[in-house]
């Protein structure tokens, strides 16, 4: 199966900053590839799919680049709500198989 | 708007089985082209796709639990269930439903809010 490996583990960013956040796959997964948030006691929720489509109702300070094995999702200005943790994950081979997240922290 | 609940114990006994259910409001479980998916999550650990149902029988289960997993859809209620066999302290994880817009090769959306399961050692 597809390893994906997210990094960093943890990323500390003033409010207001960009991050920037990257998925690597151990094999190319063309641009199936999608984002999801999730905060502490929440479900994940869906941000970009097909690698840089958002879905209905993310704002457009959240984008998503990359094909093949390297992706990046970039938050243009941190609002206090992007606080979370972000995880990838493939569909490009199956079975689906996602990173091990980017915790999101205020510095 | 499509919601999904999940249900069931919140502690399970070594070497029973664990069982879910996941209710669907807001949308029918019969919608064409929608399959209905059951994912999990260790303490500290990422995510992990366990298996995925359409309303009319057809599942995929993922290789490394296939042997112990049963995904099944009930109709009559908009609900499907994960009954996973033979638990151990490894099955301890929050375990979220979610539905697919597609058949295998798709993303995750929406997901329910998840219920802690935990097998004690």
């Known amino acids: 199966e597809i390893v994906m490996t997210q990094s960093p583990a943890t990323l500390s960013v003033s409010p207001g900053e960009r991050a920037t956040l990257s998925c690597r796959a151990s094999q190319s997964v063309s641009i199936n590839l999608a984002w999801y948030q999730q905060k502490p006691g929440q479900a994940p929720r869906l941000l970009i799919y097909?690698?840089?489509t958002r879905a209905p109702g993310i704002p457009a300070s959240f984008s998503g680049s990359g094909s093949g094995t390297q992706f990046t999702l970039t938050i243009s200005s941190l609002q206090s709500e992007d606080f979370a943790v972000y995880h990838c994950q493939q569909y490009n081979d199956w079975p689906p198989t996602f990173g091990q997240g980017t915790k999101v922290e205020i510095k | 708007q499509l919601q999904l609940q999940e249900s069931g114990p919140g502690l399970v006994k070594p070497s029973e089985t664990l069982s879910l259910t996941c209710s669907v409001s807001?949308?029918?479980?019969?919608?064409?082209?929608?399959?209905w998916g059951w994912l999990r999550q260790p303490p500290g650990k990422g995510l992990e796709w366990i298996g995925s149902?359409?309303?009319?029988?057809?599942?995929y289960y993922t290789p490394s639990l296939k042997s112990r997993i049963t995904i099944s859809v009930d109709t009559s209620r908009n609900q499907f269930s994960l009954s996973l066999s033979s638990v151990t302290a490894a099955d301890t994880a929050v375990y979220y439903c979610?539905?697919?817009?597609?058949?295998?090769?798709?993303?995750?959306?929406?997901w329910g809010q998840g219920t802690l399961v935990t097998v004690p050692s």
């Open positions: 807001g949308g029918s479980i019969t919608t064409s082209s929608y399959y």
């Open positions: 149902a359409f309303y009319t029988g057809s599942t």
């Open positions: 097909g690698a840089s």
């Open positions: 979610a539905r697919l817009p597609g058949e295998l090769f798709t993303w995750f959306d929406p």
